[in-house]
């Protein structure tokens, strides 16, 4: 009697054994692991966003409306045109930044402590691209709040020879390049953060065989997980 329930019990860890087996058989590896995880929707929280050439905003001034208008676009040179105050800049600020420029304005030519609220009624396309050692190079549609392994998720991932502590990352800030090199594996182990994106970010994935590419920007920026000017 002993030796069945033995027997019984060694043939049930047998098949869970052979399912657990067929499980993990059955689970997508390497590249067709990291495809199969949906990349997660980026936070958009209108309080940071900031505005940029594109953007078609909603500007209401309470109760006034010969100074309120809708759907004002931001030129390319981040420049909006604003009843009875004609061209003010818009882009780099916030909403909320915005509207306290326009009150104030407002309130030294035209009103007495006027209410002014700023919405972004249809927000600009922004991209990133990915380029190097990925499945699917290519130029992205982003939001605020994305990240360096969301963006690689949209390109399907890294190669297999890809160096995934050579991946810059490049940007124009203010008219000036900044550049970091970010170690993947590091992020994804929890160990260095994951670096927020900015519109119009170049992601460079590297790999042995481009290296000279980017000696100039590795001797200049020898430090890791990090943005410089170079």
Request: proline fraction near 4%; charged fraction near 25%.
């Given at each position: 009697m002993k030796f069945n329930r033995v027997a019984a019990v060694a043939g049930a860890m047998l098949v869970l054994s052979g399912c657990q087996k067929t499980v993990e058989s059955r689970l997508p590896v390497g590249t067709d692991a990291y495809a199969a995880i949906e990349v997660p929707p980026a936070i958009f929280d209108p309080a940071e966003y900031v505005m940029r050439p594109g953007d078609r905003l909603n500007v209401n001034v309470f109760r006034e409306a010969d100074f309120s208008v809708a759907k004002a676009l931001v030129d390319a040179s981040g420049n909006v045109t604003l009843p009875m105050l004609g061209t003010v800049r818009a882009a780099g600020k916030t909403q909320a930044q915005f509207a306290s420029e326009v009150k104030d304005m407002l309130a030294a030519r035209y009103l007495r402590d006027p209410r002014v609220s700023i919405m972004v009624d249809t927000p600009a396309l922004a991209t990133v691209s990915v380029e190097g050692e990925v499945e699917q190079p290519g130029v992205y549609e982003m939001m605020p709040g994305q990240t360096l392994l969301t963006a690689?998720?949209?390109?399907?991932?890294?190669?297999?020879?890809?160096?995934?502590?050579?991946?810059?990352?490049?940007?124009?800030?203010?008219?000036?390049?900044?550049?970091?090199?970010?170690?993947?594996?590091?992020?994804?182990?929890?160990?260095?953060?994951?670096?927020?994106?900015?519109?119009?970010?170049?992601?460079?994935?590297?790999?042995?065989?481009?290296?000279?590419?980017?000696?100039?920007?590795?001797?200049?920026?020898?430090?890791?997980?990090?943005?410089?000017?170079?």
């Open positions: 690689l998720a949209q390109a399907r991932s890294p190669t297999d020879l890809a160096k995934l502590d050579e991946v810059m990352i490049f940007r124009n800030v203010d008219g000036r390049r900044q550049g970091g090199r970010f170690d993947v594996a590091m992020i994804r182990a929890g160990e260095a953060a994951d670096p927020r994106l900015l519109q119009g970010d170049v992601i460079v994935v590297g790999y042995s065989r481009v290296r000279s590419a980017f000696q100039d920007f590795l001797k200049t920026v020898p430090l890791l997980n990090v943005f410089a000017y170079y």
